[in-house]
């Protein structure tokens, strides 16, 4: 039922700036922590940044590059990401959990999008 839809993700020059979305659908989406995970190509699944339901506490891995905002008009968390690396080439996921808060571990989300590319030139 809960469907999560990233978009925004594609090709970057380093130092540049993206901003991925994730649309919700079939939840309230006031009642659920959102988080960002990325997943580079031989490496760990990893959280870049988390809010918590109600719109309460964050978590940015990296907050001077990274930072998560939501949108409870048009049921979208963003990820805004600038000054981009090389080293930030990775599939983005959207991730929800019902009552979650800022969660950095991924097994504390139940509902994943699709995931998005993010590749950043070197």
């Not at 009642?31 to 699944?45: E, I, L, V």
């Not at 000054?83 to 599939?91: C, G, I, Q, R, W």
């Amino acid at each position: 039922q809960v469907q999560l839809v990233e978009s925004g993700g594609g090709l970057v020059e380093t130092g540049g700036s993206l901003r991925l979305s994730c649309a919700a659908s079939g939840l309230t989406f006031s009642d659920y922590g959102m988080a960002w995970f990325r997943q580079a190509s031989g490496k760990a699944r990893e959280c870049v940044a988390a809010v918590s339901w109600g719109g309460g506490p964050t978590y940015s891995g990296d907050s001077v590059r990274f930072a998560i905002s939501r949108d409870k008009a048009k049921n979208t968390v963003y990820l805004q990401m600038d000054s981009l690396k090389f080293e930030d080439t990775a599939v983005y996921y959207c991730a929800a959990q019902r009552f979650g808060g800022a969660s950095t571990n991924q097994y504390d989300y139940l509902h994943w999008g699709q995931g998005t590319q993010v590749t950043v030139s070197s």
